[in-house]
């Protein structure tokens, strides 16, 4: 793609952002509920209120994260590139406008691989991070089901990234539009059949996010990716086939029984045995 190709792309994305991520959104989100019927992975029973309990996290979260940083961080990428051009490591390098997009997009998912790992070694983030782990029926709403908490700390951690890294404006846009995508895509309850052993040489799948929410600690150790899964290869810790089926999976957390919304909320301000 030329610099005018890029400018032009990243001028569309810009003006369509709000459009893109609540169409990718929804169109997604419906659509995984209709494969989580046609093609289910696991029996189980999502009750209306578990479905709009998870919702509503990403509800609150939205609303939170907009308070915390008006414009979001397409606005602070915007104002940063402008004052400080030749801050970011980009602007040292100054890589072909493709190559630095594509760039962006794999250090950013590289950042959140090692946020996701920090958020179950140190206590004081597990805490939060546990609400998205008390889940006992995973499916495409778990997606967004993060606390407010987890999701102000990785607001900071993405916007201090940006910054570091001088990440393009189209390149932010499109990570967190894949962002999304790839939590509802890897929270689902649906099979890919054989597709996922292949799919998980490249990308997260939902086996291998499954895996994650074990509760068992040899298995939610392993597999911490967001979008690519070389991480974990990498970084050695990924498993690629659970103790048991995943149909027997044990899912959740064992000192988290109620997965209410209002409890969910409240349980990194209770005393509670660390579990991971
Ligand atoms: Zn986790
Ligand atoms: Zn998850």
């Known amino acids: 793609m030329t610099p ?8 569309f994305l810009t003006s369509q952002e709000g459009a893109l991520r609540s169409g990718v959104f929804f169109g997604l989100l419906i659509l995984f509920l209709a494969l989580e019927r046609l093609r289910p992975r696991r029996r189980q029973q999502v009750s209306a209120r578990h479905f709009i309990s998870n919702l509503a996290f990403g509800v609150l979260n939205a609303v939170i994260l907009r308070f915390a940083l008006p414009g979001g961080l397409v606005l602070l990428a915007i104002w940063f590139l402008t004052a400080y051009p030749m801050v ?110 292949y799919l998980q040489k490249l990308i997260v799948t939902p086996d291998m996010h499954r895996l994650h929410h074990s509760r068992l600690e040899t298995e939610s150790r ?17 498993k690629a086939h659970p103790d048991s089926p995943h149909s027997d999976i044990a899912l959740g957390l064992d000192d988290m029984p109620d997965d209410g919304f209002v409890q969910t909320l409240q349980r990194p301000f209770k005393p509670s045995a660390r579990k991971t």
Request: proline share 3%; charged share 10%; hydrophobic share 55%.
């Open 222 to 238: 392993k597999n911490f990716g967001f979008f690519l899964s070389g991480w974990d290869t990498l970084f050695n810790s990924y």
């Open 88 to 197: 970011g490591l980009m602007g040292w390098l100054n890589l072909p406008p493709f190559v630095e997009f594509i760039a962006c997009l794999v250090l950013l998912d590289l950042v959140l691989y090692w946020q996701h790992r920090l958020f179950h070694q140190i206590d004081f983030f597990w805490k939060f991070h546990s609400a998205h782990h008390g889940d006992r029926n995973l499916n495409v709403s778990s997606g967004v089901r993060f606390h407010p908490g987890e999701a102000l700390v990785s607001l900071a951690v993405k916007a201090v990234a940006i910054m570091a890294l001088g990440v393009p404006v189209a390149a932010i846009i499109l990570f967190e539009v894949l962002l999304n995508a790839a939590s509802l895509f890897n929270h689902a309850n649906w099979s890919l059949g054989r597709l996922d052993a």
């Open 4 to 11: 005018d190709g890029m400018t032009g792309f990243s001028q």
